[in-house]
């Protein structure tokens, strides 16, 4: 998995830099064809990699050095970490495994290597703030299995922005969550581990993803209220062919209201050709189940009103569906940034400070409970 990812997948992004020339999908990747792998820079970096895995075979073959230190070694050199990095001294190689076995080689490399500079609206971005903030992912990643999804919802800023949950509700907000559905259709909230969300943003668009307009995906990966809400098809066994962005949000009241608040479905790509509406109903179906489980609202888009009801009715639900305007609380982000088209016409700001949206028209999801 080293060698694919540094060597066949490898791209440069120290030479090439982050933006929108880079792949739009996890498949353009494992083809290997794209343009910022064949580049030549690439190319040679490639080569490199290759050359410096040769050796470090040969010296773990005769006992020199031992092998799983060298293959951590080696994973965090390939990503861009320097040798004094926490996030390189504090690597295992459980860690580096599940990375590997996530793909994450290149997510990682983009973030530590890429310089991001300013909004999608032009505003400059400081460089400092933002590199602490991946910095500290990529320590999480590599720290053992699960350790990054702990980080994401045990730190100060994270326990912050579920405030007012019971522990109950954070517990069932914080499962990777899966259903089954009708065609071998499965939605799931990624898996054990959430190392998934590096590639989500990667599924349809246009949206950002790790190596261009790189801060938008921070979010997701930093804040315990940001999930994405994946779906996965039999016929497209490769990875996930949907997504949706789904955040834990508040709105200002006396004792503040939590809300679910689903975003807009994308589908893969590559995978477009598949689509069928059942996949929308069945991301609907998981937000209701989640919705219902944790005892709290789930807020759509307002065109979904009567989507959302044949879905309540259709579970047996005894909740009530009504439009809304609402506002939202944000909360400091624990990724110095925030991005979303649906909650600020910005699409992504430094958001370090508790915020309140302006009143969006919603469909609202009550559960009777």
Known sequence: ?????????????????????????????????????????????????????????????????????????????????AAG??????????GVEAALHA???LPLRALNEG?????????????EPLRAVILTITEAVLRGPGEFTRWRYENEVGRE???????????????????EHAQNVTTHEDEPGELGFFWATKIGGPSHGFDYESQCILPLLANARHKALLLSDSRWPHHPVGRAHLRLLWVPAAQPAPR???????????????????????????AVAKADSMGVGLSVDSSLAEDLKRVARSRGAKGSVR????????????????????????????QTEEETTRPISRALYEPKN
């Open 161 to 179: 922005q579920l405030r007012g949950l019971s522990q109950e509700q954070i517990e069932l907000w914080r499962e990777p969550t899966t259903m």
């Open 85 to 94: 990095d926490n996030a390189a001294a504090s690597a295992t190689f459980a």
């Open 260 to 286: 679910l608040w689903l975003e807009a479905f994308n589908v893969d790509f590559e995978a477009g050709s598949l689509y069928s509406g059942a996949w929308e109903a069945a991301v609907l179906h998981h």
């Open 103 to 105: 793909e994450l080689l």
């Open 1 to 81: 998995a080293l060698a694919v990812q540094s060597v066949r997948m490898g791209i440069d992004y120290k030479a090439l830099g982050i933006g929108w020339h880079h792949p739009s999908s996890r498949t353009a990747y494992r083809e290997c064809q794209h343009r910022s792998i064949t580049a030549p820079q690439s190319r040679r970096r490639a080569e490199a990699s290759r050359h410096a895995l040769v050796a470090l075979a040969g010296a773990v073959a005769d006992g020199e050095v031992d092998a799983e230190a060298a293959v951590t070694e080696a994973f965090t050199r390939e990503i861009g970490l």
């Open 115 to 127: 310089e991001i500079r300013r909004t999608l609206t032009g505003s400059p971005l400081p460089k």
């Open 323 to 350: 439009q809304v305007r609402e506002p939202m609380i944000l909360r400091p982000s624990n990724a110095f940034v925030e991005a979303s088209d649906y909650l600020s016409p910005n699409h992504d700001w430094i």
